[in-house]
């Protein structure tokens, strides 16, 4: 496949975001080089070992593109990229936008060479750029080797010591290739995280990875501002990240701290002010400052939380330390369009996904019929649309059709309700609700009060099959600390949150660890196989006090 990739984009859609301001006429490559003439001394992107000014992260880009042309990539082929924390992904980002490529920096510390490959494969990519020893199974495969059959790959790059310049070993007549001025291009290709199944590639432009991140630096004040990920740049939250320090002119630190290294001292040292990750992220910096008797962590005001939804206690300990965290919602699809603000009060924090951002719109839609909108307060299958909504998904016209009702907004396959002043409660996936008896039992609202008991730190609401009932609920935990929470404690904590007795918990699952993606989010399936195969065992609880459930 070479040449354009068939996408929703078409010119009515193109001319009212255009015209809106939420589309510009800038490539990703376009917005670091305009920083690069007006502050070419600006920090960029940083790692442990490298930091580039927006004029050395530029002319890093040029020369990969530059590298890319002389090896035969055209414009519309497909780049992956399989790196750790470095900045060589984001030059290859920026390279790829330049000369019309589709980067796909996808590809996880977790997978395994056969993965990776799988995923080469179904993209066709036309280079791959790798690092050497990197991935779940490199001591016994190398991905460089398993690559060498594949015809249609013109180039494959091994990239040099983290302490090098980058890109910097690139040899050979560079070919000269008129800069790419098409923001509406297809830049960006990730993999969904496969929660439910096979991955899906998703197609996004400079523009509708732009939208978002432009409004995110707008409403939190970021612009000029040191951002921190936590998440690779392989992760879309990592990716967002550099997105939105990009919009804002602002410096990307990527996290390659080793092994023992103080996080601490790392924020205090860059300069953080704005951190991307998730609750894991959280708690344990919080531990680290606790540890210290640290009571304020540098510059940092504030913290986007993604991935799982975080408990109230620990939104509660970040404000103490001085720093507002950011409950948000969103997906591959459709990037980071809602979010809270930094003036909402705690409880919209802990309790919603905030609203919207401007170029977005959520609406909820009745669960029988996607195609007509669910009643105010009802809950219902959350869609979007917008200026940072996907363009489709690769070389899959069926998914694609199959994920919008007819009219023309993106079903999520979340459910939530929406209140007066459009703050976004999630209550769980479409297929994630449990049917009990008929009744429908959403997993959101027992895990987010379970999360609000002090000594659990993680929580999952998975069905365990009933031959009479159909499903019943088991609450999958992992606890704080030794010991264990009482089950029965257990329990009437969730029936004072106002769990009602319907809904309660008939099974209880202690964990000490959950099975995650790559991306930090909870593989319920994975759970429900662990149970399926008796690798865990739930055991069977009852409150005691039902009179206090009544709800």
């Known amino acids: 496949m070479t040449g354009p990739l068939l996408t929703l984009l078409n010119a009515q859609s193109l ?152 890109f910097a070993d690139l040899s050979g007549e560079p070919i000269e290739v008129t800069v790419s001025g098409d923001p509406n291009q297809i830049v960006y290709l990730p993999f969904t995280s496969g929660t439910t199944g096979t991955p899906k590639g998703v197609l996004h432009s400079d523009n509708t990875l732009l939208a978002t991140a432009r409004m995110m630096a707008r409403d939190w004040r970021l612009e000029g501002a040191v951002l921190y990920t936590l998440s690779p740049l392989s992760h879309n939250l990592g990716l967002g990240a550099l997105i939105t320090a990009l919009a804002g002119g602002g410096e990307l630190v990527v996290h390659d701290l080793p092994r023992g290294g103080s996080l601490v001292d790392r924020l205090e040292e860059t300069g953080a002010a704005f951190l991307f990750g998730v609750p894991t992220h959280a708690f344990d910096l ?147 609700v449990i049917i009990r008896g008929g009744r429908n039992i959403y997993p959101a609202p027992i895990e987010a009060a379970a999360l609000r008991h002090p000594m659990i730190e993680q929580a999952a609401v998975v069905p365990l099959p009933d031959p009479r009932l159909g499903e019943r609920v088991c609450l999958a935990v992992v606890a704080t600390a030794n010991p264990q929470p009482d089950p029965n404690e257990i329990l009437e904590h969730l029936a004072a949150a106002g769990i009602s007795r319907y809904d309660m918990p008939e099974f209880i699952l202690f964990l000490p660890e959950m099975p995650l993606t790559a991306s930090g989010k909870i593989v319920k399936r994975e759970l429900m196989r662990w149970v399926t195969e008796g690798r865990v065992q739930p055991q069977s609880v009852r409150l005691k006090s039902p009179a206090a459930a009544e709800g």
């Open 15 to 166: 001319a009212a975001y255009t015209a809106s301001g939420y589309w510009g006429d800038e490539t990703l490559y376009a917005v670091a080089a305009r920083h690069a003439r007006s502050t070419p001394n600006s920090f960029a992107v940083r790692d442990r070992h490298r930091r580039l000014t927006y004029a050395e992260l530029v002319e890093a880009a040029a020369r990969l593109a530059a590298g890319l042309a002389a090896r035969g990539i055209r414009s519309g082929q497909r780049v992956a990229v399989w790196l750790p924390s470095r900045i060589e992904t984001a030059i290859a980002l920026l390279a790829c936008s330049r000369n019309g490529y589709v980067c796909c920096p996808s590809l996880h510390r977790n997978h395994t060479a056969a993965e990776v490959i799988a995923l080469v494969d179904r993209m066709r990519a036309a280079a791959v750029i790798a690092d050497s020893g990197f991935g779940a199974d490199s001591d016994r495969h190398d991905l460089f080797e398993e690559l060498a059959d594949r015809d249609f790959i013109h180039w494959t790059h091994r990239i040099g010591p983290a302490d090098a310049a980058p």
């Open 286 to 432: 919080l531990a680290e400052m606790r540890t210290r008797g640290l009571r304020h962590l540098g510059a940092v005001r504030g913290f986007r939380i993604s991935g799982a939804a975080a408990p109230a206690s620990l939104i509660a300990d970040l404000m103490r330390h001085g720093v507002t965290p950011q409950s948000g919602y969103g997906m591959t699809e459709t990037c980071s369009h809602q979010y809270t603000r930094p003036d909402d009060p705690p409880e919209r924090i802990i309790e919603t996904c905030g609203r919207a951002c401007d170029g977005y719109e959520v609406r909820i839609w009745r669960q029988d019929n996607p195609d007509i909108g669910a009643a105010p307060g009802e809950i219902g299958e959350i869609g979007g649309r917008g200026a940072s909504l996907m363009l489709g998904y690769f070389d899959d016209q069926a998914a694609t059709e199959a994920a919008f009702n007819t009219a023309g907004w993106f079903m999520t396959g979340d459910l939530g309700q929406i209140d007066e002043a459009g703050y976004l409660r999630i209550t769980g996936r479409k297929k994630d």
